[in-house]
């Protein structure tokens, strides 16, 4: 490491002030971030020293992130082989679904991160380490065998309309890596639905239909058993399949206290009292799924833990995570059941209450300013004895 570090100090000086690459300095800031602790010190005013810093609070969501996207890549490769009939190993499921993940996550990097670098040059702020869980998160929300040009286009709408138009990073008031996805469903509808996206390389006379999609159409005959839906033997966006891997995800986060566990709770809650009301009407097959097998079907389990808790564009205050939470889990079973044309209802619910989450805390930090007054008010009128 100390080669490159001694890299970064021999240029620096291009890049501060008065040296010919001065206006990419933000640009150099970045890189050298991303390697190294930055050599920042505080000037003056008191301030509080941690361990913990945005870097490392990205690179904990990303370790997070690890077992569903590892799985999601050995599942396929293991869709692939089954889908054409052919015995394969673990390691060669791997390496295939991996060949398959690599392109995507290449082209939204190469593609996000310069977007990212040109607006912090241009407005002179650091480069906000945000975008790396982003990054990691669109290729895992996709069909594996989504052309690259979208994905490319997809993750400069999501940078730049979903973030640097609000004014970056922290600013922005949906999650990028769902807007990336929403973008493609509306955009592109046939590489990102149905039943002949999910499973790479799928035989034109086959049928790579996902759980959601095997409910909508109503032949729950076709149904994958829970066993099968819970560990992730099934087709589905890279990373979203296996809701066990996904838990392991959740478990590391709610232990490093990365993510709220106020979301998390409230959101499968939500959903499991959508699934029961859904039980007891029993309209249809689809509304007669058990409650608590909706919270293994699609990406719920996924937008539970990576998307719902994304600290900036959730909700900030405690009470307002509890509400916030648990009208996602209740929109998403109440979306993907009533419109079966948006099967992934948890997208559509997350990005719906990403834009209600500030006049949620808005209300609850109301309700606390009221309260409190009545509080006051009661103990002047006690004080004079009124």
Do not use: C
Request: aromatic letters at 14%; hydrophobic letters at 55%.
């Amino acid at each position: 490491m100390k080669p490159i570090k001694k890299f970064f100090d021999n240029i620096r000086p291009h890049f501060e002030k008065g040296g010919k690459l001065e206006r990419f300095y933000y640009t150099y800031e970045g890189f050298e971030s991303f390697a190294f602790t930055p050599p920042t010190v505080t000037k003056v005013g008191s301030h509080i020293r941690d361990a913990i810093d945005m870097k490392r609070t990205m690179i904990f969501v990303v370790v997070a992130l690890l077992p569903a996207a590892l799985f999601g890549m050995w599942n396929v490769g293991y869709q692939h082989f089954l889908a054409i009939g052919q015995e394969s190993t673990l390691l060669a499921n791997f390496w295939y679904g991996f060949l398959k993940w690599l392109p995507l996550q290449i082209v939204v990097f190469a593609v996000g991160m310069p977007i990212e670098f040109i607006f912090a040059d241009i407005r002179k702020h650091e480069v906000a380490e945000g975008f790396i869980v982003s990054a990691f998160l669109i290729p895992l929300i996709l069909p594996p065998d989504i052309p690259l040009w979208m994905v490319a286009v997809a993750t400069a709408f999501a940078v730049l309309i979903g973030k640097e138009a609000f004014g970056g990073s922290g600013m922005n008031i949906m999650n990028p890596a769902l807007l990336a996805r929403v973008f493609l469903f509306f955009a592109y509808p046939a590489h990102i639905s149905g039943d002949k996206v999910w499973i790479a390389g799928l035989p034109d006379t086959m049928s790579g239909a996902t759980p959601l999609g095997i409910a909508a159409s109503g032949d729950m005959s076709a149904m994958p058993s829970i066993m099968d839906r819970f560990l992730g033997f099934i087709p589905g966006s890279i990373g979203e399949t296996s809701t066990l891997a996904i838990l392991l995800g959740a478990a590391f986060l709610l232990y490093t206290g990365i993510a709220s566990y106020r979301i998390m709770i409230s959101v499968f809650a939500g959903g499991f009292l959508m699934g029961v009301i859904f039980n007891l009407w029993g309209a249809n097959d689809y509304m007669m799924i058990p409650a608590w097998e909706q919270l293994t079907m699609g990406g719920f389990a996924f937008g539970a833990v990576f998307m719902a808790t994304d600290p900036v564009s959730a909700s900030q205050t405690n009470t307002g995570k509890w509400i916030y939470g648990f009208l996602i889990g209740l929109l998403a079973v109440l979306i993907r059941v009533f419109n079966p044309a948006y099967p992934e209802g948890i997208m559509m619910a997350i990005l719906l209450m990403n834009v209600f989450a500030p006049l949620i805390d808005h209300y609850v930090v109301q309700a606390n300013v009221k309260r409190r007054m009545k509080r006051a008010q009661f103990a002047v009128k006690k004080i004079k004895g009124i």
